[in-house]
Each structure stands twice: as C-alpha cells, then as structure tokens.
C-alpha cells in the first residue's frame, strides 16, 4: 500500500483540529465509542486476518478490532500524527502497525480482508471516488465497513445558528445522505447494507455543547470562522435553542455501512 501525501488545505486543518485536540479526545468522544461498538458488532465474520483501518483516532476503535481479531495482522492510519501518537502509546503491546496518512490518498497495492473505520468518512473530500480505490485494496472476498455520521448531525444548532444568524454555519449539513451513500455503495460493492442509529445527548449550556463538538474533533473544518461567540451572542443563541427545543440537545445521525469485494 503505497500513499500520496495530504494535499488541501482543508484536510490539514481537520489534522490540526485533531492533533490539537488529542489529548482530550477520549474525554469527549463517548458519542463515538458508541458508534464503535455498534460498528464491531456489526462483523459477523470472525476471519479476517488483515485488516486495515482508516482515521483510527486515539486507538480506540482499533482495540476493539485487536480484542475481536486476536491474530489479525492490523494496520491502522490517521491523518494526526498527535492521535497517532496517543494510539501508540495506548495499543504499545497490541502488535498494531500506526502510519499518519490520509485515509482519502490509498494507491492499491496490498489488498485487506476488511477495510473498516469509525466515525472518519464524512471528513473526506470525495468519498465517491475514494470508494473504488478501497474496493481495489480489498482481496477476494473481503469487506469495507464503517461508520459515517450522517447530515442530521447537529440539526438542532443548526436550525438555532440559521435563525439567529441567517445563515448555515454547521459542517454536518453537507455530510451525506443514505439514499447517496447507498449508490455509492452499489456502485462499487456487492451486499451492501446500511442501518441508521440516533444518538442523544443533553446539555447544561450551549457551551457545553460547543465545547464537545470542540474537543471530540467532529467540527471538522469547524464553525464558520466569520462567527466570534461574544458572551452576548452565546446568551441569545442558547435563549434561542431553549425557546424551540427546551433544552439544550444534539442529536447524533450515524449510518453503519457494510459491502463486500465483487
């Protein structure tokens, strides 16, 4: 497996947002180790014995994999050499090769048994034509899994940010939906399933909230940087939230996806 170097702008602020953010993540990022327990339990196939996974993070999902797949051969990438970092230091003695690299940037060369990842899809730039790239690293027989969140992320401050400032400042909108995802699929794979989990979770404040999507790295490129939350913004925002939804909640929309190698 041969892999080109990061190449926009966007994708080294998501490494930035991620490394600057690694050693808090396995504080904020419950939403996403439940994702990953739903993801593993997801493989029916206890036979893979190479496995690659992509935006591996802090390591959190990749012990899973170790613990289901005991004598698998596991290599695991992220575009973060800092989360790359916590993950080695976690796994020391889990025999898991890290590697920083861009999950979007695979030439096929080595071919897997299961290509999976956690919660890292939505941050690529083209997903429709990575697909086919992880198609052609998959041997006979193999599979791609993985969790993706889905475009209703984030839907309740988003709908509070459009009517306060007129405008959509939430990465999630743009994420993709199930019925392109599905396509996608298709159109590289065969067997393809895809389920859908909510996640929900309250907050004591607007900042809380912001803190997470902060420290957990789902803003990814972030919120619009055009926006500086003054303490009075924030005040009429977080009023704002309370009088539609009468607290202050996020809903988390994540799409397991499966399909196997034609």
């Known amino acids: 497996m041969i892999l080109e170097k990061v190449s926009t702008m966007n994708k080294l602020k998501i490494a930035n947002n991620f490394s600057r953010c690694a050693h808090l993540y396995d504080k904020y990022a419950d939403i996403q180790n439940k994702a990953a327990f ?6 029916k196939n206890n036979n893979f014995s ?7 993070g802090t390591g959190n999902y990749t012990l899973m994999l170790r613990d289901r ?4 051969g596991i290599r695991a990438l992220d575009i973060s050499d800092e989360m790359i970092s916590v993950a080695q230091n976690k796994l020391k003695h889990k025999d898991i090769e890290f590697i920083v690299a861009d999950a979007e940037k695979i030439i096929p060369g080595h071919h897997f048994d299961l290509i999976t990842s956690n919660a890292c899809f939505q941050w690529l730039n083209d997903l429709k034509q990575t697909l086919p790239r992880y198609a052609a690293s998959l041997s006979r027989g193999g599979a791609l899994c993985f969790s993706i969140f889905g475009p209703r992320t984030f839907c309740e401050l988003n709908t509070v940010l459009e009517s306060v400032l007129e405008t959509s400042r939430v990465d999630s909108v743009n994420f993709c939906n199930q019925d392109d995802l599905k396509a996608m699929l298709k159109a590289n794979f065969k067997s393809v399933k895809i389920n859908e989990s909510c996640y929900r979770e309250s907050f004591a404040s607007l900042k809380s909230l912001l803190e997470k999507i902060k420290y957990s790295g789902v803003r990814g490129n972030g919120l619009d940087k055009r926006t500086y939350f003054s303490r009075g913004l924030l005040e009429k925002l977080q009023k704002t939230y309370l009088d539609k939804f009468q607290q202050i909640r996020a809903i988390y929309q994540v799409f397991f996806c499966y399909g196997e190698k034609r």
């Open 69 to 72: 797949f005991k004598d698998a």
């Open 38 to 43: 739903e993801l593993i339990g997801s493989l």
């Open 50 to 56: 190479r496995i690659l996974e992509l935006g591996c």
